[in-house]
């Protein structure tokens, strides 16, 4: 990915977090920022958040699919599967 698509990327994947509970929100965007820091170059694309709710779809644009899963389950999110995230309501 260029930097016009990472960006329009971030901008796609911000919009669909500010529709979440600010807290799952917050969850997930660190996992995207880890999943793009140092080297990993791993980008996934958000759809259909839950409004203000902790869960939404996600697809991978780029990058290791194993990270996603990895990252996630050590930042402590409820459920990870190849196509949703969920966060910790409680």
Not at 6 to 21: K, V
Not at 45 to 66: C, F
Not at 73 to 82: E, I, Q, R
């Amino acid at each position: 990915m260029n930097d016009i698509e990472i960006e329009a990327l971030f901008q796609h994947n911000a919009d669909q977090i500010t529709q979440m509970n600010a807290a799952a929100g917050g969850l997930v965007s660190a996992l995207i920022d880890e999943l793009e820091r140092a080297g990993r170059k791993t980008y996934i694309r958000l759809k259909k958040p839950a409004p203000r709710g902790h869960t939404v779809a996600y697809e991978l644009v780029q990058g290791n699919r194993r990270l996603v899963a990895t990252l996630a389950n050590a930042l402590g999110f409820k459920t990870v599967t190849d196509t949703k995230l969920e966060v910790h309501s409680g």
